[in-house]
């Protein structure tokens, strides 16, 4: 291992092992490998560890899909208040929602991903995928792909755009301004909905996938079917398709953030993000409620999903990420990860909220393999300090 490759930042006393499991990981990975990794525990911070030529704790990266979870933390806030009702229609808030047989349609439903709306039928221009308001615009008039509620499937690129425009007929504020107003600003937190121009110096640009000859073969054994509910939902079937890989290294959707992927963030401001929502950091109160957090934390959606054709838990605008992916970790554990690697939770019966980055885009996608091995060693280390 090179000098630049070495391990930096800290770990509070016995975390000492997380250290050594990171730095384990990077025997795997390409020489250029860089990432980051952080964890609270009971709003602690005692994992912040980072890896890379000119990588900081401060370097921030495209999240990809993590960003579901903190624009769904505002929609969880605005339930707590009363202004959102999760068992309303979303017609009752958004009348033009209704058309095309959608009127019945939840709030609850749209959020676990069973609205029938992943993806526009006849395509997303590069301007709208950047634009919120234009996929709302869009797929209000649009016949769902399932009848909603008998099925559901990932809406990728969708859902934020469309809990968004719920979020700004009910309170006349984008889910962007709201989550800058009352959670990003107030707990100084390095993940941004719309990253401001002063910070670009620190953005690392995603790298494409890199997949050895194996990978590459059975990636060209299963090319997405260009009209199949994968590819409308991930834009592969548009006049000009969307490079889902490269989607952060656009200047205008980091400047937007649309809500389903367009975030911005280092490994602090996720991990950070899920200790402010459920335990509170720095001695502030949680966001969240106790109540809230497991509504929201309650399965919705587990089985077959129509998109990613195969096995998906959802919970209500977060991922049930205990159940399905880190079996080890509580019931009632919320979180998102991101197609580029990145991978965020809280674990309410633990404390323990967890944060990662990487630049360079995994095979086959998702949440990056690692995350196993480092989610299951902050959780021992978690458990053995009591």
Do not use: C
Not at 99 to 125: D, W
Not at 157 to 179: H, K, M, N, P
Not at 216 to 227: D, I, T
């Amino acid at each position: 291992m090179t000098r630049d490759m070495r391990v930096q930042g800290t770990v509070a006393e016995g975390y000492e092992a997380v250290r050594e499991e990171f730095t384990a990981v990077l025997t795997g990975e390409l020489p250029e490998y860089e990432g980051q990794l952080a964890a609270y525990v009971r709003g602690r911070k005692v994992v912040d560890l980072w890896v890379g030529p000119d990588v900081t704790g401060e370097s921030l990266y495209g999240v990809f899909s993590s960003t579901k979870g903190a624009a769904h933390l505002v929609v969880a806030l605005l339930v707590q208040d009363g202004v959102l009702d999760l068992d309303k229609p979303v017609a009752h808030y958004w009348p033009e929602f209704a058309a095309a047989g959608k009127g019945a349609v939840t709030l609850r439903e749209l959020l676990a991903h069973r609205a029938g709306l992943a993806g526009a039928a006849s395509g997303l221009m590069p301007d709208e995928v950047a634009d919120d308001r234009a996929i709302a615009a869009r797929l209000a008039a649009q016949r769902p792909f399932w009848r909603p509620g008998a099925a559901f499937g990932y809406h990728a690129l969708t859902v934020g755009a469309l809990s968004g425009e719920v979020v700004l007929r009910a309170t006349g504020r984008t889910i962007q301004e709201l989550y800058e107003e009352r959670v990003r600003a107030p707990y100084g937190l390095d993940f941004h909905l719309g990253l401001p121009e002063e910070h670009e110096g620190r953005f690392r640009s995603v790298q494409p996938m890199a997949p050895t000859p194996g990978q590459a073969a059975l990636l060209a054994a299963e090319p997405p079917e260009p009209q199949s509910l994968h590819s409308i939902a991930f834009n592969r079937h548009a006049a000009r398709p969307t490079d889902v890989q490269a989607l952060p290294n656009s200047r205008a959707v980091r400047a937007k953030g649309p809500a389903s992927v367009g975030g911005v963030a280092s490994a602090r401001g996720l991990a950070a993000l899920y200790a402010a929502a459920v335990t509170g950091v720095d001695g502030r109160d949680a966001l969240l409620t106790p109540d809230t957090v497991a509504e929201f934390g309650q399965v919705q959606s587990v089985g077959h999903d129509l998109v990613l054709r195969a096995f998906r838990v959802f919970a209500v605008g977060f991922q049930a990420t205990a159940g399905a992916v880190y079996p080890f970790l509580g019931a009632g554990t919320i979180g998102h990860s991101g197609v580029g690697g990145s991978q965020a939770f809280a674990d309410p019966r633990g404390g323990l909220a967890y944060g990662y980055t990487r630049r360079r885009f995994p095979f086959p996608g998702g949440p990056a393999a690692e995350n196993e091995r480092l989610v299951r060693a902050v959780h021992e280390a978690a458990l053995a300090a009591g």
